[in-house]
């Protein structure tokens, strides 16, 4: 009986322990209960991804009505693949969270801290299950105002503008998807994602589609941070709570890029309208530039929580690339990348958290000399950066290997030399770090620093061991990857 | 505004009136226009009369912090819940034809318990919005780490 009602479960589970984290209010108390309702999470996204490769699409109606009109959950290859990713840096970020919080939330606030990440979880397996395009409006809503709370927790008081600019820009992401969402509903008076994909190309590219089309995408490309839509980003990771920052990083701007794959994919996959508006193009230029950008800011950060924030920025770039492609290996290197990118950068914003811990600041100062002060901490650091850059034997390797093939496929080996360029910024701001951890002795503050306690490392040690994991053997990551693009194309595509 | 006796014996007068009202509204939800949205306003609205009227410290005796947060919770539970029993009565979530021994006499337990979950959280809600900007005072504010 329960294996039917895993899609309901996996979304009800964490938006109904949220509100009971709001009764029990005592700090450990909690975290137990936050971080078991997290554990539990992880296997039901793990039985939905095993049931979806195996069967094929699960349906799963709201209320027992049948899907136009009522409310489906409808869950793919790809999707089934996100809430994997979501669940599991939500399972590995909630026994990280702990220490953290203890030094950067005030304990009559710990309980609101839990309550919001539990709900930010909801709404991001939310807007991942659904299918049904306003329902989507609704979970976004969810996890973003419950991201914004979280964000405005940071210590530094910069937080709360941070806060409130991702709040501003967030809403209008989130009123533009909406709207839309309610063009679409005017021309085919359906809010079935699955259904849209079938009405809209009959409708050809209307201009009421078209513009439905436009507001998607700008709207989503807000929220998920798209070159020249990024600018709430940086300050966002900078001055959010250490494990805020790892949640956020490793989800929230993949949950945003999965929407716009089904966006761009699902509902106007069929549809010439992509050759009328050139879309792909868009997104490959934006694409190209965030890459370029985000590594060239990123050079020159001194804060190594915003370098890592600028660093997202291009790796962002990174999928949107490979979303461009519009052939399958372009679309599955894409996907894998959501995967690869969330564990290397949640590993390495854990190894930050750490240093915050300890040290106190994660400005390059702070830095100085922890490699022999914190080792397994600047380890993983290392392994984490490596895996930015691309080195072989790391998932960045295999992403770029994959982005690379795929612009040699079209013939645009000028793509190809960019990302290997772009790479090579990677090196740049990787080494600064590196090179300050390890060949520069001490600084007063980091004197004193101990090694991490076993609760932050060895969650850090999980992430960063499977960002080398699947960079060694990547064929589990490949073949989901693979089979979503497949089943989003088309065999042809 | 306590010494005016006009507003108080006015407002003492229409108060009980407002929550009935918002009590109809919230019963009647699923035959005639309403619901539980509309008369959770409606209730808070009488609430926070009484706020403005007899000052916010008094009123939060009536309800206090600790109780409009806990009714947050409870409308929440209660909607969710509903949907669960729907599970555990062998439909899907928040299938409410399961509910009762007809399906439209679930329809109707299920429309009522879930709008009356929605009626209290907004009411709540609506309460919790307007006493913490009313408030003077934070209510808690002290800025204690658990280490370092």
Known sequence: MIAQHLPILQIVL??????????????????????????????????????????????????????????????????????????????????????????????????????????????????????????????????????????????????????????????????????????????????????????????????????????????????????????????????????????????????????????????????????????????????????????????????????????????????????????????????????????????????????????????????????????????????????????PLTVGFVSKWYLVQAALEKGWWMIAVLIVVCSLLAVIYVWRVVEVIYFLPASKVAQEAKEAPLSMLIPTWVLIGASIYFGIDATTTLDVAFAAARALLGDGG | MRQKIILRVISKFLIPYILLFALYVQWHGDFGPGGGFQAGVIFAAGFILYAIIFGVATAREVLSATTTRFLLVIGVLLYSGVGVAGILLGGNYLDYNVLADTPIGGQHVGIILVEFGVGITVAASVITIFCTFAGRRPEEHEEEYGEN
């Open chain 1, 14 to 391: 964490p938006l109904m322990a949220a509100p009971v984290c709001m009764v029990i209010r005592h700090p450990q108390v909690v975290w137990i209960w936050a971080t078991l309702i997290t554990f539990l999470c992880l296997p039901i996204s793990i039985a939905l991804l095993v049931q979806v490769m195996a069967e094929g699409v699960i349906v799963y109606e709201l209320g027992g009505w049948a899907a136009p009109w009522g409310i489906e959950y409808r869950i793919d290859k790809l999707n089934a693949f996100v809430l994997v990713i979501v669940t599991a840096i939500g399972a590995v970020v909630m026994p990280y969270a702990r220490r953290t919080v203890d030094t950067e939330i005030p304990v009559s606030r710990v309980y609101l801290f839990y309550t919001m990440l539990l709900l930010c979880e909801a709404g991001l397996l939310g807007i991942t299950i659904t299918g049904d395009a306003f329902n989507l409006f609704v979970f976004l809503e969810v996890s973003s105002l419950s991201s914004y709370v979280l964000i405005s927790f940071g210590k530094d008081r910069r937080a709360l503008t941070a806060a409130y600019r991702y709040l501003i820009m967030g809403t209008i992401g989130a009123t533009f998807y909406i709207i839309g969402v309610g063009l679409m509903y005017n021309a085919t008076g359906s809010l079935n994602i699955y259904d849209l994909s079938k009405i809209i190309p009959e409708l050809g590219g209307s201009r009421t589609i078209q513009a439905a089309l436009a507001f998607l995408t700008v709207g989503l490309g807000l929220k998920l941070a798209l070159f020249p839509m990024h600018m709430w980003l940086p300050n966002a990771y900078t001055y959010a709570p250490s494990a805020v920052t790892v949640f956020l990083a490793a989800t929230a701007t993949k949950v945003a890029v999965y929407a716009l794959i089904r966006v761009t994919y699902t509902i106007f996959g069929t549809v010439d309208i992509l050759e009328i508006v050139p879309v792909q193009d868009m997104f490959m230029v934006m694409a190209v530039i965030a890459m370029f950008v985000g590594s060239l800011v990123a050079t020159y950060q001194v804060n190594v929580k915003r370098m890592l924030a600028y660093s997202s920025l291009a790796q962002i770039g990174y999928m949107m690339l490979g979303l461009s492609f519009d052939t399958i290996t372009g679309v599955a290197a894409g996907i894998v990348h959501l995967f690869n990118h969330a564990a290397m950068k949640g590993g390495l914003f854990m190894a930050l958290g750490a240093v915050a811990y300890r040290v106190g600041g994660v400005r390059l100062e702070h830095m100085a000399g922890l490699g022999k002060k914190m080792p397994w901490t600047m380890a993983s650091f290392v392994a984490g950066g490596l895996g930015l850059i691309g080195v």
